[in-house]
């Protein structure tokens, strides 16, 4: 699937505009990185579905599809209280996970994400401590 998305997203964008969407905020992905990769052990890496994954050591934090889209995971009750807040709306493709997509439709969105993304990274830290593993060392 990963070789296949850049064929892909050319017809992900048409169906967005047929649908009525604005499909993206110019240079959203560039804004959201920038402000992701100055968190402490944040790493970014090419996403096996397209796209960027934030990790912290080897635990994703979410992922930024282009200039339209933002997915994060979280603990199910958190996707809940993230998707009842209207932040956000259950997962485009597996909406029972606990899994969230973040539109961006708008300049405002993309705060939205940003400040999502960090919900998830403080909880992938406390669990990292918890468990007393190593989040890394690099930042890159």
Known sequence: MSRLYPLLRPLFA????????????ENAQKQ????????????????RFG?????IGTRE????????LVDIPFPTKVRDEVV?????????????????????RKPDDVHTAVT??????DIAIIQHNKRGLPT????S
């Open 61 to 68: 934090i979410g992922h930024i599809h282009g200039d339209w």
């Open 14 to 25: 048409v169906v967005w505009r047929i649908a009525g969407w604005k499909h993206n905020v």
């Open 84 to 104: 009842a807040a209207g932040l956000a709306e259950p997962h485009h493709i597996l909406p029972r996970s606990g899994w969230i997509s973040r539109y961006l």
């Open 51 to 55: 796209g960027i994954e934030f990790c």
């Open 136 to 139: 890394s060392s690099t930042t």
């Open 116 to 121: 999502l993304l960090r919900r998830s990274y």
């Open 32 to 47: 959201i990185i920038r402000a992701v990769l100055e968190w402490p052990g944040i790493t970014q890496q090419p996403h």
